[in-house]
């Protein structure tokens, strides 16, 4: 609208919504366009502009210590220097996007299944039943050694992608089962560590039910686990 970009819509779930300064915010800015991944634009806008409204999202069932907002914008006017990359090219650059953003929550799946096994690793040699440890069971240290077994998979899958990203040779596929697989790891691992904590597990004087808590996010946000197992799938055929 003359020299400006006037914004409508809302979003739920955005991460440091009530606390961040601005938001790259993803538009449609060219509906015309027929080809459907064209139509989309990426726009700054800064948080405190009219006709922004921003509301804590509560409740949540884990990541308690990060923010969650939703957001709407009431015909919100932006200039069009606030444009960011090319107009009609913010799929494409909001692919890339998760191209490296996937990697990083790869990263949070295997620290939280690392810290999980850890802490589960201390009890199971400290927890006495029947006057033995409870580590000293054969089905316990199975368990043991499948999590550390899948915890290392998923720390050389989030490796590669990393270090692809790094030499400038991101491969969604890659990141994708980085994503998908570290974050299954996450709620399996999480899900294990409060069984053998027992009853113990399930209180929160032992904080391993909080992983279990903060795990499952890791299957749902910066794409579902099913939408990367498309990007995978998209390679393979
Ligand atoms: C705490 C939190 C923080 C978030 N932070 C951000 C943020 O900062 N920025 C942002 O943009 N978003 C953020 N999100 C949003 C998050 O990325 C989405 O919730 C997630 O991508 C799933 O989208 P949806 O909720 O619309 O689920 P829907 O699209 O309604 O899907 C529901 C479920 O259906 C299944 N499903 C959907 N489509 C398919 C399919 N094609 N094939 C098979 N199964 C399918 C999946 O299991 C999916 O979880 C956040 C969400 C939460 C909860």
Redesign the pocket.
């Known amino acids: 609208d003359g020299g400006d970009w006037v914004i409508n819509g809302n979003?739920?779930?955005?991460?440091?919504?009530t606390v961040c300064d601005f938001m790259i915010v993803?538009c449609l800015t060219n509906p015309e366009e027929e080809a459907r991944h064209k139509r989309f634009s990426l726009i700054l806008v800064e948080a405190d502009r009219p006709g922004v409204t921003r509301s804590k999202?509560r409740g949540?069932m884990g990541?308690r210590a990060?923010d969650?907002a939703a957001i709407t914008f009431e015909d919100v006017r932006v200039p069009q220097e606030n444009l960011v990359g090319i107009e009609g090219r913010g799929f494409y650059h909001l692919m890339h996007f998760f191209d490296c953003t996937r990697t990083m929550v790869a990263a949070q799946g295997v620290g939280l299944a690392q810290g999980a096994l850890d802490k589960t690793v201390r009890y199971v040699r400290e927890r006495h039943v029947f006057g033995k440890p409870l580590a000293v069971n054969q089905g316990v240290q199975f368990q043991l050694a499948e999590m550390a077994t899948r915890v290392e998979l998923a720390r050389n899958l989030a490796y590669k992608a990393a270090w692809q990203a790094d030499r400038g040779q991101l491969d969604p596929a890659v990141s994708a089962m980085a994503k998908d697989y570290a974050g299954e790891t996450a709620v399996w691992v999480a899900d294990k560590a409060v069984q053998l904590h027992g009853g113990y597990g399930y209180i929160d004087e032992y904080d391993v039910q909080r992983f279990y808590r903060d795990a499952k996010?890791l299957?749902?946000?910066?794409?579902?686990?099913?939408?990367e197992k498309?990007t995978i799938a998209r390679r393979l055929l």
Do not use: P, R
């Not at 979003?11 to 919504?17: Q, R």
């Open positions: 979003k739920m779930f955005i991460t440091n919504g993803y999202i949540k990541i990060t969650t996010i299957e749902i946000y910066e794409g579902a686990k099913e939408a498309l």
